[in-house]
């Protein structure tokens, strides 16, 4: 049981850090593709 519970526990980081890489990757897509048409991000 402690071990179904700690990896319960320490999957919520990596599952975190894997949203956040996406964020991050989406933002820097459409940071790339504003300067490509000489547009604003805001």
Avoid: N
């Avoid at 071990?3 to 991050?24: E, G, Q």
């Amino acid at each position: 049981m402690g071990t179904i519970l700690a990896a319960y526990v320490l999957v919520w980081p990596l599952i975190s850090a894997v949203v956040l890489a996406v964020i991050v990757l989406a933002f820097l897509k459409d940071l790339k593709a504003a300067k490509a048409d000489h547009r604003d991000m805001v």
